[in-house]
Structure formats: C-alpha cells, structure tokens
C-alpha cells in the first residue's frame, strides 16, 4: 500500500497562489506518475497535472501556463504551484499516484481544498 499526505491547501484571493505538497510513503517502489486531480461540486473530478519521475508532465489545458507541477524524487515528493488563481479553480484537490501518466493511478490522498474568493 502507498500513503498519500497532501498540504497546502486554503483560502486566496483571485490572482493569487498557493502550492500544495504531496509526499508519498509505503510500498512505493512501484510509483512513476504522480500528479492532481480536483473535483469541484457538482462537477466531474478532472485531471489538473501529473509528472512522471523521469520529468515528463501533462496539464489540463485551463491550468496551462499557472500551474506548474514538479517533483522530488528524494523526498517522493510532488508539488503543484499553482499561480494567477481564479474561482473557477475552486475545488477539493487529490494528489494520485501510479504507475502511468496517461492512466488514473490506484492511490489517492485524502484531498485538501482549495478556494479562490474575493
């Protein structure tokens, strides 16, 4: 099994950032992907990033260019910058890991959300 412990989460205004952390424990031998997903109320839970531990990443096209994903592989460690917030990025966010970037991994974290409000 994989523990996933996310932080950073909370309350900003529009324009404004925040980074979440996600450090992953267990029996993670088998972790190569891990990213964000985030479900809003009353919508669907979508992917928001992902990186791979060679460095490759994805992002959901309406975070590209605010968002940044990265990774430390030491710590198992992922991270997710996450700037220029607008409400529309409200959500409870999910750190995922698993051994694909094109594929939902199998672990989950508890999630921690994120509200962006004037």
């Known amino acids: 099994q994989v523990q996933l412990v996310e932080s950073g989460g909370g309350l900003v205004q529009p324009g404004g950032s925040l980074r979440l952390s996600c450090a992953a424990s267990?029996?993670?031998?088998?972790?190569?992907?891990m990213g964000w997903y985030r479900q809003a109320p009353g919508k669907q839970r979508e992917l928001v990033a992902a990186i791979t531990s060679g460095g490759s990443t994805k992002y959901a096209f309406s975070v590209k260019g605010r968002f940044t994903i990265s990774r430390d592989n030491a710590k198992n460690t992922v991270y997710l910058q996450m700037n220029s917030l607008k409400p529309e990025d409200t959500a409870v966010y999910y750190c995922?890991?698993?051994?694909?970037?094109?594929?939902?991994?199998?672990?989950w974290g508890q999630g921690t959300q994120v509200t962006v409000s004037s």
């Open positions: 995922n890991a698993g051994f694909s970037l094109y594929r939902t991994g199998d672990y």
């Open positions: 267990g029996s993670i031998f088998s972790i190569n992907a």
